[in-house]
């Protein structure tokens, strides 16, 4: 997903570890951890362990393009624009539909080699794009300009505004 809408190859370098802390209080947002080491960068995604869905999409697709920007090993880790990530995780989610992030399923038992298997219910998947939804929604509001996605304040990061500014993100990432 990530690189095919980059129009990247897969050349995949360092290494992101999963941390699941269970101390973390519910709503405790994901911290990525950078760290360089001599044969290159590695991360630590710490996240809690209840998540939503969407928040949890946003870290992981943080730590895959903060991954792709230090593939050539500088000295600092990249620093990755919010619009990168939120028109990447906005994108996604419309591509993939609901079931990106897969939903607890009970196991079951099943007859022969298998000692069980997931049940694999129906999933619904939809359309390509949302963009019916984003043109909805700026009908009759206005576009957040270049300067106000690379560098947002508060305001544009909540509540209705946000968003505003994730399909903005996502447009943006479009158009590129």
Not at 73 to 101: I, K
Not at 132 to 148: G, H, K, N, Q, T
Request: hydrophobic share 45%.
């Amino acid at each position: 997903g990530v690189l095919r809408e980059l129009d990247l190859a897969d050349h995949w370098r360092g290494k992101v570890h999963v941390w699941i802390k269970p101390g973390l209080r519910i709503g405790t947002p994901p911290g990525l951890v950078s760290t360089r080491y001599a044969d290159g960068w590695q991360y630590t995604l710490e996240l809690p362990e209840q998540i939503e869905p969407a928040v949890l999409v946003r870290a992981v697709v943080q730590a895959l393009v903060t991954e792709i920007a230090n593939r050539q090993g500088g000295m600092r880790p990249a620093d990755v624009p919010l619009w990168l990530v939120e028109g990447l995780s906005a994108s996604a989610a419309s591509t993939v539909g609901p079931d990106l992030v897969v939903a607890p399923t009970r196991l079951r038992a099943r007859v022969g080699d298998a000692m069980g298997q997931l049940d694999n219910a129906q999933r619904t998947q939809v359309g390509a794009q949302n963009l019916p939804e984003i043109r909805a929604w700026f009908f009759d509001r206005p576009f957040l300009s270049f300067a106000e996605l690379s560098q947002p304040n508060a305001s544009h990061l909540a509540g209705e505004n946000l968003t505003t500014y994730r399909h903005c993100a996502q447009l943006l990432l479009r158009e590129l």
